[in-house]
């Protein structure tokens, strides 16, 4: 084989190899997934599928300590009209979830469903979330229990350990009258500073029984700072208060 011809074949060689090498590439590039907290698999550091670990925003739902629903309670302010209040705790140190999706079921006589709501509640760590939804049920049918449960799918746990400074009620002041009035004054000592803050309040009586509840919007709680704020209702309460717990929403 002269020089002419070995040129020649060493050319298509190395074209053959060229081609070689682009599809290897290319079909790395299609068919290789490098590693991600979203690809369906336990891989990298992760202590569940794509969950946990050093490279995943979320943790392990399973190592999670789930919600824990203190209590639920529907209250009426007036006839016809039921509203509900619960306490949401998160006994987790360093996870928070946002916009954990709950339902809310109310039940009458003989286990009728008589309305059911749903909604979004954020929990940060160690906290208790009021949960309070006005008009849950209109009719005059008695609600004999309440239920609020969690869908799981939503309860994506982020990791957080850092707890909001959460601003502090004081000089509250309840007027037990055919027209109830509870008044605080609500201090901020963060130094963030707070647009449009819903604040919940429940009434217990001496059996620590849920008597009533209410919330307000404060729209402008400035860093270090103070706003009075007030809680009302159109007919008495049921018994006779003794204590109220004023609580912001996350």
């Known amino acids: 084989m002269d020089w002419a011809h070995r040129r020649q074949r060493i050319i298509e060689i190395s074209i053959a190899l060229c081609c070689v090498a682009i599809v290897a590439v290319a079909g790395i590039a299609i068919f290789y997934k490098a590693p ?3 690809d369906g698999i336990k891989n990298q550091d992760e202590t569940g599928v794509d969950c946990g670990g050093s ?3 979320y943790l392990c739902t399973a190592s999670e300590v789930a919600p824990k629903i203190a209590f639920v309670r529907a209250v009426s302010p007036q006839p016809g009209r039921t509203d509900v209040i619960a306490y949401i705790d998160n006994a987790n140190t360093n996870a928070s979830v946002q916009g954990a999706v709950y339902m809310l079921q109310l039940y009458g006589v003989n286990q009728k469903v008589l309305a059911t709501e749903t909604g979004t509640i954020n929990m940060p760590p160690s906290s208790t979330v009021p949960l309070y939804i006005p008009n849950a049920y209109n009719g005059q049918a008695k609600v004999v229990a309440a239920f609020v449960s969690f869908d799981p799918r939503t309860l994506l746990w ?3 350990n850092a707890r909001p400074i959460l601003p502090v009620p004081t000089n509250i002041s309840i007027q037990n009258t055919a027209t109830p009035r509870i008044t605080a004054t609500l201090t901020n000592q963060s130094s963030s500073q707070y647009y449009n803050k819903t604040v919940v309040a429940t009434v217990f009586d001496a059996q620590n029984n849920v008597i009533a509840a209410s919330q307000t919007v404060v729209p402008v709680l ?5 706003s009075n704020i007030v809680f009302t209702w159109n007919q008495p309460f049921t018994a006779r208060p ?3 717990e004023i609580l912001p929403t996350f």
Do not use: F, L, P
């Open 36 to 38: 991600s907290c979203t």
């Open 55 to 57: 490279s995943c925003t």
């Open 158 to 160: 982020m990791k957080n």
């Open 222 to 226: 400035s860093a270090q700072g103070s």
């Open 242 to 244: 003794v204590r109220v």
